[in-house]
């Protein structure tokens, strides 16, 4: 597998499930991204890992729960999610580094989310 | 005023016309511009990046910057069926160590009909 994998690709959840999203990159980037899209909105970005260590979260309610065991992996874990949740959610990675221009992002497909 | 603002279209054209997706921005601290494309069912990928104003070219693909107006556009010249995705536009200020913070559009939906 090349780039970046994302499981599963499609999850229906109810408001009272727990369910983890995975993203593996294989790219060998120290850097991981979960982000949130939404129809007619922006990419929201939720949270920023650096050599495994969480370096933003953006103001993300505690019902989504992010890990970074490795470099390679990232997990959400998500529950007591509400209806106004579902979206699409999208796990990038990059290499890191001070310098410009900004890192290039390179993302997965994504995991369809829907709450009910 | 958000800070980045893109028509949403959706915009269908025929096979060959130039196409032209803006984005207006209200932060004057970003210095970087980049465009992705998205297939359906799949993530954003970067198509281009400008630094500052001016102009960039690949191929079919023009991006150009006009920081005095906040504005910026790209465009597909003779464009092909296989162009049809959603163009986000994606901006960065670029300072200190949140080079990673990307802020977007929400997309222009294209679709280049055969």
């Known amino acids: 597998e090349t780039g970046v994998t994302q499981t599963p690709r499609h999850l229906v959840m109810g408001m009272t499930n727990k369910k983890s999203l995975k993203c593996e990159q294989h790219l060998g980037h120290n850097a991981m991204y979960w982000y949130k899209q939404s129809a007619k909105k922006p990419l929201e970005l939720m949270f920023v890992y650096n050599f495994k260590e969480q370096t933003e979260n953006n103001s993300v309610p505690s019902r989504f729960s992010p890990e970074c065991p490795n470099s390679s992996h990232l997990f959400l874990h998500l529950h007591t999610l509400q209806p106004e949740d579902s979206a699409l959610y999208l796990c990038a990675s990059s290499h890191p580094s001070s310098g410009r221009p900004p890192d290039t992002q390179y993302f997965g497909p994504g995991t369809r989310l829907t709450v009910l | 005023q958000k800070e980045v603002e893109q028509d949403p279209g959706p915009l269908s054209v025929p096979e060959g016309a130039i196409v032209s997706l803006n984005c207006t921005y209200s932060?004057?601290?970003?210095?970087?511009f980049m465009w992705y494309r998205q297939y359906s069912r799949k993530g954003p990928e970067l198509l281009m990046y400008?630094?500052?104003?001016g102009n960039k070219e690949d191929g079919r693909f023009t991006a150009q910057v006009d920081k005095s107006s906040k504005y910026i556009s790209l465009f597909i010249r003779d464009s092909q069926p296989s162009d049809s995705a959603t163009y986000l536009c994606a901006m960065s200020a670029a300072s200190g160590g949140s080079n990673y913070k990307l802020t977007f559009g929400k997309g222009t939906l294209l679709t280049v009909n055969p």
């Open positions: 400008t630094y500052s104003s």
């Open positions: 932060n004057s601290a970003f210095q970087y």
